[in-house]
């Protein structure tokens, strides 16, 4: 069937030329949209059937100058390159939104990073302070800290009352707890 005749058949609303249309470009539509969209995109097929629905609103303004075949298919073009657009933008806003809650989980590392590495200071300020005590204080606060002895412990291996234990242990925490503070300021850290 020629195209005007056929373009005259649909606008009078001819069951018969409907088929024809759709049965003789359908393939070719599905063919060009597979080729643009990519083999096995889900999207082709409903494109193809878009085509078809616009190619039916823009009908009436067909002017001839190329033929209904080319029509066709320029608008397959135009909604495949649409689709793709759709896709592009979709991608982009789901990168911002993969962006914007990785945000606080990256500051949130940082901060943590930032912490450790004062911790790391403060340990080691603490190590050059305790170096500070006299032998003493350093026994004592090892048994306590680093061998985690109790004061019963910590009383019968210094052979001394766990009361003594007890008030040289707090005597000798508050005094490295001063040093520190005071090295803590007069460091770049206060």
């Not at 809650?101 to 901060?111: D, G, Y």
């Not at 912490?115 to 403060?122: A, R, S, W």
């Not at 019963?152 to 490295?176: E, F, H, N, Y």
């Amino acid at each position: 069937m020629e195209d005007r005749e056929l373009v005259r058949k649909l606008l009078e609303k001819d069951e018969a030329a409907f088929r024809y249309f759709y049965e003789t470009y359908r393939e070719k539509l599905y063919k060009s949209c597979v080729y643009q969209l990519g083999y096995q995109d889900s999207d082709a097929e409903d494109v193809t059937q878009e085509v078809f629905l616009a190619a039916f609103r823009q009908l009436p303004q067909f002017e001839f100058r190329s033929s209904l075949k080319n029509w066709l298919l320029r608008i397959g073009m135009y909604l495949c390159y649409q689709k793709i657009r759709q896709r592009k933008r979709l991608v982009v806003s789901e990168t911002e939104a993969l962006e914007m809650k990785a945000q606080p989980l990256a500051v949130a590392r940082q901060n943590k990073e930032e912490e450790d590495k004062e911790k790391q200071q403060m340990m080691e300020l603490l190590k050059t302070q305790k170096q500070l005590l006299g032998d003493p204080c350093r026994e004592l606060l090892e048994l306590r800290d680093e061998r985690e002895q109790s004061y019963a412990q910590m009383a019968d291996s210094l052979k001394v009352p766990i009361g003594t234990v007890m008030s040289r242990l707090a005597r000798c925490k508050q005094t490295l707890k001063e040093l520190f503070l005071r090295a803590w300021k007069e460091g770049s850290h206060g």
